[in-house]
T-cell receptor, first 114, second 117 residues
């Protein structure tokens, strides 16, 4: 069975600084990987996804993520954060089998300091 | 309306009540999902429907009863819930399910915040 680990429960970053959120997965085959963002009281919004091809994936809101098979990682990055980026971020891996089971990590809450 | 909508957004119910959560997707998708998001726990997949047939039931107690009358609508009927069922219930949809491709990307609604007293 697949699993996802987000080692950082909370991250505090200053506005304008860079941000990197870590995600490690465990899955036997080629994974499908996703990053979602959840603002307080809201549902999950898809930031980006990786299925195949270029291992550096561009997403919305200036985010990007890099798939590194050798490290079983899919870290999310943004060069310069904005106050509106304060939210909880979830990494997920899709099994791709019938039923499309998405397994989510525990999430990383990002706080942005002015 | 665009995307995935859920009603109500907030719900308070007693343990003996019966209520239903509604999800509607306006994306022309064929698969729909229910998730439970509890405090301090990862999102848990509850049910998956593909072309109105249930294809996944993730060991969910029978006090939760899903219904998918057509590919655009998904309900979650609730009865005799427990306080530990209080959570954010999220609905999602995808173009397909079980095809192992980008069409399985899931899009989420805003959720229903449920409080069981």
């Amino acid at each position: 069975a697949q699993s996802v680990t987000q080692p950082d429960i909370h991250i505090t970053v200053s506005e304008g600084a860079s941000l990197e959120l870590r995600c490690n997965y465990s899955y036997g085959a080629t994974p499908y990987l996703f990053w979602y963002v959840q603002s307080p009281g809201q549902g999950l919004q898809l930031l980006l996804k990786y299925f195949s091809g270029d291992t550096l994936v561009q997403g919305i809101k200036g985010f990007e993520a890099e798939f590194k098979r050798s490290q079983s990682s899919f870290n999310l990055r943004k060069p310069s954060v904005h106050w509106s980026d304060a939210a909880e971020y979830f990494c997920a891996v899709g099994a791709g089998a019938a039923g499309n089971k998405l397994t989510f990590g525990g999430g990383t809450r990002v706080l942005v300091k002015p | 309306e665009t995307g995935v909508t859920q009603t109500p957004r907030h719900l308070v119910m007693g343990m003996t009540n019966k209520k239903s959560l509604k999800c509607e997707q306006h994306l022309g998708h064929n698969a729909m999902y229910w998730y439970k998001q509890s405090a301090k726990k990862p999102l848990e997949l509850m049910f998956v429907y593909s072309l109105e047939e249930r294809v996944e039931n993730n060991s969910v107690p029978s006090r939760f009863s899903p219904e998918c009358p057509n590919s655009s609508h998904l309900f979650l009927h609730l009865h005799t819930l427990q306080p530990e069922d209080s959570a954010l219930y999220l609905c999602a949809s995808s173009q397909e399910a079980g095809t192992s491709g980008p069409e399985e990307t899931q899009y989420f609604g805003p959720g229903t915040r449920l409080l069981v007293l």
